[in-house]
């Protein structure tokens, strides 16, 4: 395992796909998968023209799912899908602690509280890789 705050402060940028220049939030997710498990996830990218139109991401997380297992209890590396307003259209990556891994606009990546005041509330699943 990598030291996690090697994946803080990666600037956002839409439908950005190298840590240097920026990467959204899926991208984070997948750039996890690869350093953490060696796992090369499915770029979704071509489903959605942005990462900031909630339609096209909401439709692609929704396709996505077809790959993952919806879990009731995340665990370590786990991914998590959170509604904004009332679509799935962000994803973060569960650590130990209680902690997400996630990128958005304006913040970058961070790693945060799952129950903190900005998405306790918006959790719409959490979901493990069918490997």
Request: glycine share 10%.
């Amino acid at each position: 395992m990598r030291n996690l705050r090697e994946y803080v402060g990666i600037p956002f940028r839409d439908k950005g796909f190298d840590p240097v220049s920026g990467l959204d939030c899926w991208q984070l997710v997948r750039l996890f998968y690869r350093q953490e498990f060696g796992i090369a996830l499915p770029d979704y990218m071509a489903l959605y023209s942005s990462s900031l139109d909630m339609n096209g991401a909401s439709d692609a997380i929704r396709i996505g799912m077809k790959d993952w297992n919806h879990v009731d209890t995340p665990k370590y590396g786990d991914v998590l899908i959170f509604r904004i307003t009332s679509a799935p259209w962000h994803t973060g990556v569960r650590l130990d602690g209680g902690n997400m891994l996630h990128t958005d606009e304006g913040h970058g990546s961070v790693i945060e509280p799952i129950n903190g005041i900005r998405w306790r509330h918006r959790l719409w699943g959490a979901f493990r890789w069918k490997s």
